[in-house]
């Protein structure tokens, strides 16, 4: 079993920055796959950013790419997410998932979750 807690989230102007975290704990957290999703008001969650157990290899939504950045540090056992250049667009409860497959997108490819962090951008 693995437990997830997300942290970090908070109200930022457009441009600004928020570093999340996501702090694990529980069996197996480095071979883990782990990924951060997001869900705005009235839409459907959504894949944001993925790292491998290794932290090698990294992958991006479109929307996000180049302004976000997802790292971990297994001996911490956390894996972060740094947002830059915010835009009111990136407003969502954000939520840290781990999973076993490389590169997944998908919620299903997840099996733990975390209860989500509010980030809030204001125009």
């Known amino acids: 079993q693995v437990q997830l807690v997300e942290s970090g989230g908070g109200l930022v102007q457009a441009g600004g920055s928020l570093r999340l975290s996501c702090a694990a704990s529980g069996r197996t957290f480095s071979g883990r796959v782990k990924a951060w999703f997001r869900q705005a008001p009235g839409k459907e969650r959504e894949f944001v950013a993925g790292i491998s157990w290794s932290g090698d290899t990294t992958h991006y939504a479109d929307s996000v790419k180049g302004r976000f950045t997802i790292s971990r540090d297994n001996a911490k056992n956390t894996v972060y997410l740094q947002m830059n250049s915010l835009k009111p667009e990136d407003t969502a409860v954000y939520y840290c998932?781990?999973?076993?497959?490389?590169?997944?997108?998908?919620?299903?490819?997840?099996?733990?979750w975390g209860q989500g962090t509010q980030v809030t951008v204001s125009s």
């Open positions: 998932a781990a999973g076993s497959a490389v590169l997944a997108t998908t919620e299903s490819a997840y099996d733990y």
